[in-house]
Each structure stands twice: as structure tokens, then as C-alpha cells.
């Protein structure tokens, strides 16, 4: 079954604007901690041969255990030495803004609550299962997290411009989100959405034929599924590649920008 827990960042809505939200840690109950050793020990069964070794290394980084909810504090000090990010405690899915200028001040929104043990396989929204042991790893990775700060400088440039923001969700959604990279040969998954999926890992992983070449032209063109698996995935050679396409990734807004193409999401 699809887990549907993504960010659909075109439609994000507030929740609480404003609302200075903690991570409070004493409240988690016993039921929160069985369903992270629940999870973790359920994708660390296949993750260690599928993933990234950026995103293996930065578990161990972060200090990730299947027996201890992390707790952000902690984390955030081991990322603050890594790579100088760290984790912003948002209520839910949050506006387009919040959510860039956050990343564009090294800091990752995420949700402090777990999914229940009778949601283990699908919820609406993502919860921190995702938001952390999805995306927190590989924030100890540098290269990545330029990366990830370049994208959000080009989506704070057209903050009002909905059609270069759809542009920017494709590549966000097909990098951060679902995105795979070759190491040594391998095809290796590194997007959240799939290291936080049972499912839409292997999948992503079982044919060739769903494969393409990292390419912005490419991205740009394709739009993206919110509510199933998606149906190609861009394979980069290493995230400096992908630090490295974020001039094209602007030149090529200039151009959808200059040439007014409009942009449909799927
Ligand atoms: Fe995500």
C-alpha cells in the first residue's frame, strides 16, 4: 500500500501560523516509541544494502537508534557540528514562504508527532517518522545541504510566481523527495519519500526501465504524483552533480519565466 506523507508544496496550507511549537519530548508515550522501533527496525532491514552511504553514514552521524525517539536537541547539536544545519519544529505542513526561507537558513521543518500503530501503513500527512528519519540523516552531508539551500534561494527569488514554484516542487520532489544516485555502479535510493516507504523503495529500485539520468531539462518537464508511486526516478551521479546543475536549474526558470511556459501540476 502507498504511504501518502508528502510534502505536496504547491498546495501547502498553515496550520498554526506563527504558533511557537517544541518538540516536547516527556510526552511521548509508550505507544510513540513502538512505532518508531516498529518503523526503524522495519526499513533498517533493507536499507542498509538500498540506500545512499551518504545517508547510511549520516544515521550514524545523528546518532539514530530503533530504541529512542531522537530528540531534536541532541540532534541538533551533532548536525550543528556536521554542517552547521539544524531542525526547525513546525506544527504540520506549512506555506511555501516558511518553508523555503527556513531551508535557505539551514534549518529543516519538521513535525514532532509519530503516526499511531493503527496508521503504520498510511497517513495523510507526514509525520516525523518522515520529516526526521527521512530527511535529518543526510543534513550531516554537506554537499547535500548546499544543495538543498540553493534550491530555496531560486524558490525565494519567485515567491509569488506559483508557475516557477510548481518548477521548483518538480525538482524538490524529484531530488529531496525520490531521488536515487548511483554509487560505484549501483543505483542507490536518498529522496525521503522513499527511505521512509516500505514500499515505494523497492519499487523505485525493481526495474531499470523506471530510471532516467539526472537532468534539470528532464525534471522540469515532468510533473510528479502525491497520491501513488511515481513513475520514472532521476538518477544522479553524486549530489555535487546536483549542487552543480543549480545554475541550469536557474537559467532554465529564466527561461519558463521569459518565455511565460505555464506550468500544470499532474
Ligand atoms: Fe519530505
Redesign the pocket.
Known amino acids: 500500500m502507498y504511504i501518502n506523507y508528502?510534502?505536496t508544496l504547491s498546495l501547502a496550507f498553515f496550520l498554526t501560523k506563527n504558533l511557537k511549537v517544541v518538540q516536547e519530548y516527556d510526552k511521548y508515550t509508550e505507544e510513540d516509541f513502538n512505532v518508531w522501533k516498529l518503523l526503524f527496525d522495519e526499513q533498517m532491514q533493507q536499507l542498509p544494502t538500498i540506500a545512499s552511504s551518504s545517508y547510511i553514514k549520516g544515521l550514524e552521524n545523528v546518532q539514530f537508534k530503533n530504541s529512542e525517539i531522537p530528540n531534536f536537541t541532541a540532534v541538533n547539536k551533532l548536525l550543528q557540528e556536521a554542517t552547521g544545519w539544524k531542525i526547525h519544529v513546525v506544527p504540520g505542513i506549512i506555506e511555501t514562504l516558511p518553508f523555503f526561507q527556513n531551508l535557505s537558513n539551514q534549518e529543516f521543518p519538521a513535525t514532532t508527532w509519530l503516526r499511531k500503530m493503527s496508521q503504520l501503513k498510511y497517513i495523510q500527512e507526514?509525520d516525523m517518522f518522515?520529516?526526521v528519519f527521512?530527511?535529518v540523516p543526510l543534513l550531516s552531508d554537506p554537499v547535500f545541504c548546499q544543495y538543498l539551500k540553493g534550491l530555496s534561494k531560486i524558490a525565494l527569488d519567485y515567491i509569488d510566481n506559483a508557475n516557477v514554484l510548481e518548477l521548483m516542487a518538480r525538482v524538490y520532489w524529484f531530488t529531496?523527495?525520490f531521488g536515487l544516485i548511483r554509487e560505484d555502479g549501483v543505483v542507490k535510493i536518498y529522496g525521503?519519500?522513499l527511505i521512509s516507504s516500505p514500499g515505494e523503495s523497492l519499487f523505485s529500485l525493481s526495474s531499470s526501465d523506471l530510471h532516467r539520468p539526472f537532468s534539470v531539462k528532464e525534471i522540469l518537464a515532468t510533473s510528479y504524483f502525491n497520491d501513488r508511486y511515481q513513475v520514472q526516478y532521476f538518477v544522479a551521479d553524486s549530489y555535487q552533480q546536483m549542487y552543480d546543475a543549480l545554475d541550469e536549474i536557474r537559467t532554465e526558470i529564466e527561461r519558463y519565466v521569459a518565455e511565460e511556459i505555464e506550468v500544470k501540476p499532474a
Open positions: 508528502e510534502l507526514p518522515h520529516d527521512g530527511h529531496v523527495e525521503a519519500g
